[in-house]
Antibody, heavy 121, light 113 residues
Framework: QVQLVQSGAEVKKPGASVKVSCKASGYTFTSYGISWVRQAPGQGLEWMGWISAYNGNTNYAQKLQGRVTMTTDTSTSTAYMELRSLRSDDTAVYYC??????????????WGQGTMVTVSS | DIVMTQSPDSLAVSLGERATINCKSSQSVLYSSNNKNYLAWYQQKPGQPPKLLIYWASTRESGVPDRFSGSGSGTDFTLTISSLQAEDVAVYYCQQYYSTLPFFGPGTKVDIK
């Protein structure tokens, strides 16, 4: 079945970096984009950025520019999100989501299970 | 940037009654060339990722019960749950995907009265 499976929870110190993976299966990876969305404890959904699995083009939220990098490995159908210079307010659940432009115009139809990233000294 | 707002912040509805959630975008998300509204609704239950309910403002995702419906156009949209069930307790988010910055609304929490 179509699914996105993310890497496990991480605990990091302020100033460190974290890299979260998102492995796709059940569909042609390069036919869809991947967006990353985060959710701080008790808060709403914050879109972080997007990567085309076809050509690697990216688009990041302005507030994260310079700290975030999204990449893909088409040989393993895996997307990655790296966030650097971590701060306490980066503590959140991080989700990857498939962006279906062809059939749904870009709505996020498949979501990963989420990865908890805790930033604490 | 297109800013999304939702109302109310939360609501409590009796089982079997109607729940209505409103969503407003700061600019139109209607794409004139195909007459489609680039607006989606998601449901998120505690401890779970969001789930796509509605796209194109009014098209139900496969498997979504028909008590969920979406309506509206341009800048004003509504998600209606026609007969609230216990399993519908969740936070509901609207999202515009008209722009390259597909921001979400702040969410509306739905509970049982």
């Amino acid at each position: 079945q179509v699914q996105l499976v993310q890497s496990g929870a991480e605990v990091k110190k302020p100033g460190a970096s974290v890299k979260v993976s998102c492995k796709a299966s059940g569909y042609t990876f390069t036919s869809y984009g991947i967006s990353w969305v985060r959710q701080a404890p008790g808060q709403g959904l914050e879109w972080m950025g997007w990567i085309s699995a076809y050509n690697g083009n990216t688009n990041y939220a302005q507030k994260l520019q310079g700290r975030v990098t999204m990449t893909t490995d088409t040989s393993t159908s895996t997307a990655y999100m790296e966030l650097r210079s971590l701060r306490s307010d980066d503590t959140a659940v991080y989700y990857c989501a498939r962006e279906d432009e062809s059939n749904r115009g870009g709505a996020f139809d498949i979501w990963g299970q989420g990865t908890m990233v805790t930033v604490s000294s | 940037d297109i800013v999304m707002t939702q109302s109310p912040d939360s609501l409590a509805v009796s089982l079997g009654e109607r729940a209505t959630i409103n969503c407003k975008s700061s600019q139109s998300v209607l794409y004139s060339s195909n007459n489609k509204n680039y607006l989606a609704w998601y449901q998120q239950k505690p401890g779970q990722p969001p789930k796509l309910l509605i796209y194109w403002a009014s098209t139900r995702e496969s498997g979504v019960p028909d008590r969920f419906s979406g309506s509206g156009s341009g800048t004003d949209f509504t998600l209606t749950i026609s007969s609230l069930q216990a399993e519908d307790v969740a936070v509901y988010y609207c999202q515009q995907y008209y722009s390259t910055l597909p921001f979400f609304g702040p969410g509306t929490k739905v509970d049982i009265k």
